[in-house]
């Protein structure tokens, strides 16, 4: 666990706070009034159930976390609206574009000094090309339409591959059918 952790650490961009300064600045909000993320059961990692219908089970353990909701410093609670840009988690090379079932998904291969690491942010529109080298921070895209039943949001998985090799071809098919141990929490607080 405690080399986990250290991973983790070593990995410059999981912070949630420093991750939602970024996406502040990103849509140019000069104020930072943030205090914490807000998951409801089924948006939080490896929760069960599916949040936008009333608990329903999910196939897998939820791999990653969704976001859209967040504490203002007083407190109060506010929504990322469609076309909010989305920070990337970490610096590296775009390896991977794919359809997911709200959007497009990205994976970032991170760095060689980030080690071994993917992220993966979904139901976004994007604008950038596999291939394109990234740095965190940058925008990976827009938060994309919901559906009616489905408020927008995005998703952020973290992959650590270093115990296996990585399929030519990245998409949720790899996701959902990985095992799920492949997975960290993006924000480590689980
Ligand atoms: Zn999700």
Known sequence: MLLLIFFIMDLPVLD?????????????RKNFQFRNWLFLPGMGFGDKQKWWSGGEERLQSHEGVDICRYEDTCGN???????TK????????????????????????????????????????T???CGDF?????????????RSVIPAHFHLSLIKYDSFKLPDKLDWHFLNTSDQGIFVDPFGTK
């Open 127 to 129: 604008e950038l090309l």
């Open 134 to 146: 990234v740095e965190e921070g940058d925008a990976a895209g827009q938060i994309a339409s919901g």
């Open 16 to 28: 949630a706070k420093r991750f939602a300064k970024a996406l502040f600045e990103l849509n140019g």
């Open 86 to 125: 989305v920070p990337l988690l970490m610096s590296g090379r775009i390896v991977a574009i794919c359809d997911d079932f709200l959007g497009k998904s990205v994976f970032v291969k991170g760095s060689a000094k980030q080690g071994r690491w993917i992220a993966v942010h979904a139901h976004i529109t």
């Open 77 to 83: 609670q506010c929504l990322l609206k469609k076309d």
